[in-house]
């Protein structure tokens, strides 16, 4: 499986976050070994938003927001959950999508949905901060399906923040059972 081309994650956030929608995440565990799931919702952070991490300037966090697009951000909540997010925009702009759901084939619906919940399926931790999600041999990838299907995509408010949640910058795939909220 090939990873999209940076050239898809450098481009605005708010148009990145929607397009990442039946896309599939490929965490490898070893040459034979990995597990995947298709991404089913979405939620952007840009620059400008109160929100985001990188509001207040680049710091040790955030600092892999500011780098190239097509790197993850992963970062530690609550003390107890990780969240992914897949940095956007080109260098020195600071823009990332936060993956909120994943629905994986055969599972359970609710197994990953949610971005604790889908961190937790995929065993991801700060171990996968900033890894390069373009090149082909990294441990984390985004891919395209052969054969996505036809889905609708609902554009609604955040959930889960205090700032910013009325910006209607979160996406997912309407018929989904593993979105986290509907």
């Known amino acids: 499986m090939k990873p999209l081309k940076r050239s898809f994650f450098e481009r605005p956030t708010l148009k990145v976050a929607p397009e990442l929608l039946g896309k599939t995440i490929l965490l490898r565990q070893s040459r034979q070994k990995h597990k995947a799931g298709i ?11 109160p ?4 509001a207040r300037g680049k710091t ?5 927001m500011f780098g190239p697009g097509g790197f ?3 970062y530690f909540i609550y ?3 990780h969240c992914l997010n897949f940095v956007t925009e080109k260098k020195e702009i600071p823009g990332a999508v936060l993956i909120r759901a994943l629905e994986i084939p055969n599972e ?3 197994i990953a ?5 889908l961190c937790k399926y995929l065993k991801i931790t700060k171990e996968h901060n900033a890894t390069d999600c373009c090149n082909e041999d990294s441990m984390l990838i985004v891919t395209d399906n052969k054969s996505p299907g036809h889905f609708i995509i609902i554009q609604s408010a955040r959930v889960g923040i205090s700032k910013a949640a009325e910006y209607p910058w979160r996406w997912y795939i309407k018929d989904s059972c593993s979105v986290s909220k509907k």
């Open 79 to 81: 003390g107890m959950y």
């Open 39 to 49: 991404i089913v919702e979405v939620e952007a952070y840009t620059k400008d938003d």
């Open 51 to 54: 929100a985001c991490h990188a």
């Open 72 to 74: 993850s951000y992963v």
């Open 113 to 117: 949905s949610g971005p604790g919940k």
């Open 108 to 110: 359970d619906p609710g």
């Open 60 to 64: 040790t966090r955030n600092e892999v």
